[in-house]
Nanobody, 125 residues
């Protein structure tokens, strides 16, 4: 499985961006997919996740109410629509995939086996 993230860029505060994560290879029904971000000098932070088959959604507190995660099974692609962007959203955003586990929550990086390269999101004030 290979993941390719895209869609980052420079945007003014209050603007929107849609990130995409294209998946090469087979994503089984038991997989979760997620977005994480990392700003300079900070730890990697959970942003959002989706259960590939059922479509259950999960959001980190920092983006809840401003972002929507979705997936298109036919295109094998996951999306993250981010609205009302703030300067503190500036970070490298990475997508990831991993098999669901009852022991590890979707918010935990350890749940994810496959990672794509990051895409830079910069929000100017």
């Amino acid at each position: 499985v290979q993941l390719q993230a895209s869609g980052g860029g420079l945007v003014q505060a209050g603007g929107s961006l849609r990130l995409s994560c294209a998946v090469s290879g087979r994503i089984d029904t038991g997989h979760n997919m997620g977005w994480f971000r990392q700003a300079p000098g900070k730890e990697r932070e959970f942003v959002a996740a989706i259960r590939w088959n059922r479509g259950s959604l999960y959001y980190g507190d920092s983006v809840k109410g401003r972002s929507i995660i979705s997936r298109d099974k036919a295109k094998n692609t996951m999306y993250l629509q981010m609205n009302s962007l703030k300067p503190e959203d500036t970070a490298v955003y990475s997508c990831a995939a991993g098999l669901s586990s009852t022991l590890t929550p979707v918010t935990d990086v350890k749940m994810y086996t496959y990672w794509g390269q990051g895409t830079q999101v910069t929000v100017s004030s």
